[in-house]
């Protein structure tokens, strides 16, 4: 059985030049999650949100937007605009684990409260004709709240729900529970995705392995990681391509190219691109030496000599 791979968003990362030029020089991804839309008390989609999902910006790739709230009005006025946009689906967010999320009751800070999902599926089913999808986590304090949550999910007809198999409280620290998320498998009548620390082909071959009764399997930061996973799972191979780093180059100077033109000044730019060498650097054969000539550069010549110097190694020895 050919996997599904689905790309899970990373807010700050996969934005569609990201995609665009992931799946131009890697592939592999069959649908793009966009990173979430939140409105913040207003009824209004702020521009950075809007250039993600112009379909100008997207012609070439599936996309399914993604939304995080904890109220109904503002989940329909997204519904409504993903809608003009053309989107038949929206995707919604109870995974967020960041305090200033959960705390006011948004992301995983959510599962515990099936009153208040009912609320929100209920006026997006009555009210408008989208597929609703779901990506959570299995709970904030321990993963049995999911367990609690799933009789309310399943009065609603979603398409699925992608489940991070770790609890909001772990923030991304410590191991995926997957006893825990055994137990969510035979426990909702919806199809299930598996999300969480599929970084190497052998990790995911471990997990697809063990839920053989799941085909669609979410990828997040190990995608930015190492891009060619994607495409190395569906090839059954661990072997990279030849020209392996010759790609990643041109894959790199693409995004940088984009990202200089749309951020002002060498400073945004330069935090840009470390944000994503913690990621990239993962997979050279030195990650904490990679990352640190990568941080040393303090403006874009030196930037330029820091990433040659890291790919000529890499071309060298990779
Ligand atoms: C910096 C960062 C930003 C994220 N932004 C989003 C987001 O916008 N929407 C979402 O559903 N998940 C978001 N996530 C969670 C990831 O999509 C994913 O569920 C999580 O990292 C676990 O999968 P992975 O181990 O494959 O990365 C984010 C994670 C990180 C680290």
């Not at 929206?90 to 200033?100: E, F």
Request: aromatic share 12%; with cysteine.
């Amino acid at each position: 059985m050919t996997p599904v791979l689905l790309s899970s968003p990373l807010q700050g990362f996969t934005d569609f030049r990201f995609r665009n030029a992931f799946h131009h020089y890697f592939g592999g991804i069959d649908t793009f999650y966009a990173p979430y839309i939140r409105l913040q008390g207003k009824m209004v989609i702020k521009n950075s949100y809007q250039l993600d999902l112009a379909p100008e910006n997207n012609s070439t790739l599936d996309i399914i937007p993604q939304v995080m709230t904890n109220d109904p009005d503002e989940f329909l006025f997204v519904v409504k605009y993903v809608q003009s946009l053309g989107y038949n689906e929206l995707n919604w967010n109870l995974g967020c684990p960041y305090p200033m999320v959960t705390k006011s009751g948004m992301g995983s800070g959510m599962i515990c409260q099936p009153a208040k999902i009912d609320d929100v599926l209920h006026k997006a089913h009555n009210e408008s004709d989208i597929v609703v999808s779901m990506k959570m986590r299995m709970g904030y304090e321990n993963p049995e709240e999911i367990l609690d949550t799933f009789p309310i999910l399943d009065k609603y007809p979603l398409k699925n729900i992608a489940i991070h198999a770790r609890i909001g409280k772990q923030l991304y620290k410590g191991p995926v529970d997957l006893d825990a998320f055994e137990k969510c498998v035979t426990a909702t009548k919806h199809k299930l995705y598996y999300n969480g620390d599929i970084t190497s082909v052998k990790a995911f071959k471990e997990i697809s392995k063990r839920f053989s009764t799941l085909d669609h399997f979410m990828i997040g930061r190990g995608l930015i990681a190492d891009p060619f996973l994607p495409s190395m799972i569906k090839n059954n191979t661990e072997e990279y391509p030849k020209n392996r780093w010759e790609i990643f180059s041109e894959f790199h100077d693409t995004i940088y190219q984009q990202y200089d033109e749309y951020l002002s000044g060498p400073t945004p730019i330069k935090m840009k691109m470390q944000g994503f060498w913690q990621y990239f650097a993962e997979t050279t054969s030195n990650p904490h030496k990679t990352f640190k000539a990568i941080k040393k550069a303090q403006n874009p010549q030196k930037y330029r000599q820091a990433v040659d110097k890291i790919l000529r190694t890499e071309m060298e020895f990779g």
